[in-house]
């Protein structure tokens, strides 16, 4: 050490007494971090000269090692002239002990005691050891002296607050043998550590409720061996506490709120306070909430009515797990939670609360809690957000040392804050998702219309995501001559809006499929539609497509052809299982999604045999993460492939097979079984265009009817079939053709090379025509005109005989 010792020329010590001494502590930068009361009486300063360099106070050139000792940390001891507060100069005796850290360098802060008269040269009197005994009586941190057996030789009052007991008792004594109940000797192992290797070691630890920096150095013989162990603890509690809090701010911010679910929201509060704040948490909501409403207006002086949305325990069996989640619980009006609840503040509670004990006495299960497992405290929080009281958060307190403060209460007045916004976030969604699935599938199809020409199967499934309920949809249109439109389409986004735009597009193409188009035509025009419904909305109609964009696959199938004609508006291709177990995806020309506009449709016809499976669906089945387009279809193929004779158990395989358990898009799927009309059920005459022709096509249809059994069905039949091929031979064009079809109803079907439609007029008293076409619609159960590629078709369609439509007529 450099200075050690008197200066020349100095004059001996003079007396002094060991209350004179004065400490401080100087940190790494060589500032003042802590100034004693001795300090200010020896040198005149007060404690604003913390935070000031130490060397400032030294009347020395920066040359002298007490310069370098205060502003570095390292380790001196002599004589130094210093400035008193009020000018004159003072000669001292000056000690600086720095700290170090596990390598034995660097350092954090230094203890540095000053002595009235400089230290003297030689051989240390008696009154030179009380003197450096004297700063572990006045340190401000606790400092103790082990011998190499890890025996207490010296040790201030502090270092016995630590561990409970009186610093004098802890003299001759090894630390292990006055750890408090539940200690893990980390001390006792530092100091063993230290004494055997002869290394610094820094390190922090809880000893009772308060965090503790400790250094421990060796004490080495001028030989170098260690003798013993010096230690210094710094009480770092409300630093550490800060820090902890801030760490638990951070860390809510990242794992609270990151689904938009209200009972995983609830988990994740509950999850952040065990172990680590509580013992014990219990989140409860109100039903509502769980519900997306917002909570009713209570009446006052009733139990509150909760739902147990989530707890955690830090010890396993506790009586209080014995309320299972979402079961109600009941909080009379003095408890702590009711009270909480109705004042909307957070509210500590002990056992020195006569609510508390009351309502503890009064449920079984928490006074034995109380009893067993020595519950001592708790807290009720309120779970508030944007005004509203969304459930209470309950902690309990038995193992963790001290009672809840109210530096705890803000904290965790702070965490239930972010998990209530983050609860009401899932609340309103989970509403808006009820409202918009509500508005969907009410929009949807909710059971299958009856038809001829296939047998057919659905799935609806919503999205599980955060995005809400899309726009996906689907439909079975029966059409005239017992064909069928299956379509399946998407609407862009998700939502309300998507929704309601998916309402209007279905509402669409059912009304144009109501006039028989053919499937590119019909796409034509709901494409125009959707162009006109975006500019009307405001909305950019150009691009792919903006808030109204949609795709739509619309197919129609003939029983009696077997033929099937499709188009696509940038929708995927559907998939058939051919009766041979031959799967293919159906190669299509799409053309753009629906709002693009000036693109052309094109159809593509094929033939479907009887009993083939065709599959029609939106992208949310065959596209997810991870997964192209590609693999999606290859997947479909490889998973149509295991025949079934239930399509609900089709739909059910490939729902299971292709999605993940959390859909992130909705899904809309079709399967239909394709039926066939045989010969035995169809009916076909060719006509010459010749008035007298009429007579014959009755009378071929009477006998068709007879060979059917349907010989009741004569008279309206004849009616029918005089008046649409009169028609046909005086507007008409050939070729003209008369067809019968017999199914679930009778059909007679009359069709013309013309385009020209016929359309139903009242005649007036006097005319001598244009009655034809009301009578038909008078007699039949319907009636309408269809355009073909070679001209039209008029077709009339009545119940069977067996029908109680007859026994009305």
């Not at 004179?20 to 100087?26: E, F, N």
């Not at 162009?531 to 808030?547: F, I, M, N, R, V």
């Not at 009339?796 to 026994?807: F, T």
């Amino acid at each position: 050490m450099a200075q050690r010792g008197s200066a020349a020329g100095e004059s001996p010590a003079a007396p002094w007494s060991a209350a004179d001494l004065a400490t401080l502590v100087v940190g790494a930068r060589g500032t003042v971090l802590r100034w004693s009361d001795d300090a200010q009486r020896l040198l005149g300063h007060s404690p604003e000269v913390v935070g000031r360099a130490a060397a400032e106070l030294l009347a020395v050139d920066a040359s002298h090692a007490a310069w370098n000792a205060l502003a570095t940390g390292e380790a001196w001891s002599g004589s130094v002239t210093v400035r008193h507060r009020d000018g004159h100069r003072l000669d001292v005796g000056m000690r600086v002990c720095p700290s170090l850290d596990g390598q034995g360098k660097g350092h954090e802060w230094s203890v540095v005691t000053v002595s009235p008269h400089p230290s003297g040269s030689g051989t240390e009197s008696g009154s030179d050891r009380a003197m450096w005994e004297q700063p572990f009586a006045q340190a401000s941190v606790a400092l103790a002296m082990f011998d190499a057996e890890l025996r207490c030789q010296q040790a201030n009052s502090l270092v016995g607050d630590m561990v409970g007991t009186a610093a004098a008792q802890l003299r001759g004594r090894s630390y292990a043998d006055v750890l408090p109940d539940g200690a893990d000797g980390a001390w006792q192992k530092q100091l063993r550590r230290v004494a055997e290797t002869g290394s610094p070691a820094h390190y922090e630890d809880y000893v009772g409720d308060r965090a503790w920096s400790i250094e421990m150095w060796p004490v080495k013989d001028p030989f170098g061996r260690v003798r013993g162990v010096g230690t210094a603890a710094f009480d770092n509690s409300a630093q550490h506490g800060a820090h902890q809090r801030l760490a638990l701010l951070n860390e809510a911010g990242a794992r609270i709120g990151a689904t938009l679910d209200v009972g995983r929201t609830a988990g994740e509060l509950a999850e952040l306070l065990v172990p680590r704040l509580a013992d014990f948490v219990t989140v409860d909501l109100f039903g509502s909430v769980l519900a997306g409403e917002e909570p009713k207006v209570r009446e006052t002086g009733e139990p509150v009515l909760l739902r147990r949305a989530a707890y955690r325990s830090a010890v396993e069996g506790v009586p209080q797990l014995a309320v299972e989640l979402g079961a109600v619980v009941a909080y009379p009006p003095f408890s702590p939670p009711a009270r909480c609840l109705a004042a909307g503040r957070p509210l500590l509670s002990g056992l020195d609360d006569p609510d508390f004990v009351r309502w503890i006495e009064g449920d079984e299960i928490r006074s034995v809690g109380v009893h067993r497992d020595g519950i001592h405290t708790g807290m009720a929080v309120p779970l508030r957000a944007r005004g509203i009281v969304l459930g209470v958060a309950v902690l309990w307190r038995w193992t963790l040392p001290g009672a809840f403060q109210q530096d705890d209460l803000l904290l965790v007045e702070e965490l239930a804050g972010r998990a209530a916004v983050s609860m009401d976030n899932a609340r309103r969604y989970t509403r808006e998702r009820a409202t918009a699935l509500t508005l969907q599938r009410s929009l949807l199809p909710q059971e299958l219309p009856q038809q001829a020409a296939v047998e057919a199967a659905f799935r609806y499934l919503p999205a599980s995501s955060e995005t809400g309920a899309g726009g996906d949809w689907f439909d079975v249109i029966p059409l005239s001559g017992t064909r069928v439109a299956l379509v399946v389409g998407d609407v862009v986004g998700h939502g309300v809006h998507a929704s309601a735009a998916m309402g209007r597009l279905r509402t669409a193409v059912r009304t144009l499929a109501d006039v028989d188009l053919p499937p590119d035509e019909l796409l034509t025009h709901v494409d125009d539609l959707v162009t006109h419904l975006s500019g009307a909305d405001g909305l950019d109609p150009a691009g792919l497509p903006g808030e109204f964009g949609a795709t739509c696959l619309y197919a129609v199938y003939d029983p009696v052809s077997r033929h099937c004609v499709l188009a696509s508006a940038g929708h995927p291709p559907p998939s058939v299982l051919y009766p041979n177990g031959t799967v293919a995806t159906i190669g299509l020309s799409p053309g753009p999604p629906l709002g693009v506009g000036g693109v052309p449709f094109e159809a593509t016809e094929l033939e479907l045999p009887e009993s083939s499976v065709i599959v029609l669906h939106t992208d949310g089945l065959i596209h997810a993460p991870g997964r192209d387009l590609d693999t999606g279809f290859a997947r479909l193929r490889d998973s149509l492939a295991t025949v079934s004779p239930s399509l609900e158990d089709t739909c059910d395989r490939l729902i299971g097979t292709l999605l993940p358990e959390r859909p992130s898009d909705d899904v809309a799927l079709l399967v239909a079984r394709t039926r066939a009309l045989h010969a035995d059920q169809v009916a076909t005459w060719g006509l010459p265009v010749d008035p007298e022709v009429v007579a014959d096509a009755r009378a071929q249809a009477t006998r068709q009817l007879a060979a059917w059994g349907l010989e009741t069905a004569s008279f309206v039949t004849e009616l029918v079939v005089s008046e649409l091929v009169t028609n046909a031979i005086r507007y008409g064009g050939p070729p003209i053709q008369l067809r019968l079809i017999r199914d679930r109803t009778l059909i007679c079907e009359v069709s013309d090379g013309s385009s020209t439609s016929p359309h139903l007029r009242r005649a007036r008293t006097f005319d001598e025509g244009g009655r034809g076409l009301l009578l038909v619609a008078q007699v039949a159960h319907g009636w309408g005109t269809r355009h073909t590629g070679t001209g039209k078709t008029i077709w009339a369609e009545q119940p069977l005989p067996d029908d109680s439509w007859w026994a009305d007529l």
